[in-house]
Nanobody
Framework: QVQLVESGGGLVQAGGSLRLSCAASGTIFSIDTMGWYRQAPGKQRELVAVITSGGSTTYADSVKGRFTLSRDNAKNTVYLQMNILKPDDTAVYYC???????????????WGQGTQVTVSS
């Protein structure tokens, strides 16, 4: 079994910062892409930022220059540093990972339970 455990959400004023963490645990052979998606009320889930095992990152245009995604492969953990937060960043943030649980297994998508980020104006 694989678990993605998120932490770091909360309430912050516009212009402030938060740091999200997501640690993958369980039966893990390898992890390909890790990152974050978010879903605001009444909207579809959207990509925030992802990072490959080689360190290549992709960001949504709306967060470029404000958010930074990093990864610690030894700890199977990703970190999302969010600066200059805006009310439009308010959403539930979901950790995402593509994981292989054994050498013979397929790569599968896994999701965390979500953590609320609320930015007040």
């Amino acid at each position: 079994q694989v678990q993605l455990v998120e932490s770091g959400g909360g309430l912050v004023q516009a212009g402030g910062s938060l740091r999200l963490s997501c640690a993958a645990s369980g039966t893990i052979f390898s992890i390909d892409t890790m990152g974050w998606y978010r879903q605001a009320p009444g909207k579809q889930r959207e990509l925030v930022a992802v990072i490959t095992s080689g360190g290549s990152t992709t960001y949504a245009d709306s967060v470029k220059g404000r958010f930074t995604l990093s990864r610690d492969n030894a700890k199977n953990t990703v970190y999302l540093q969010m600066n200059i937060l805006k009310p439009d960043d308010t959403a539930v943030y979901y950790c995402y990972a593509i994981i292989r649980t054994a050498v013979w297994a397929s790569m599968l998508n896994y999701w965390g339970q979500g953590t609320q980020v609320t930015v007040s104006s």
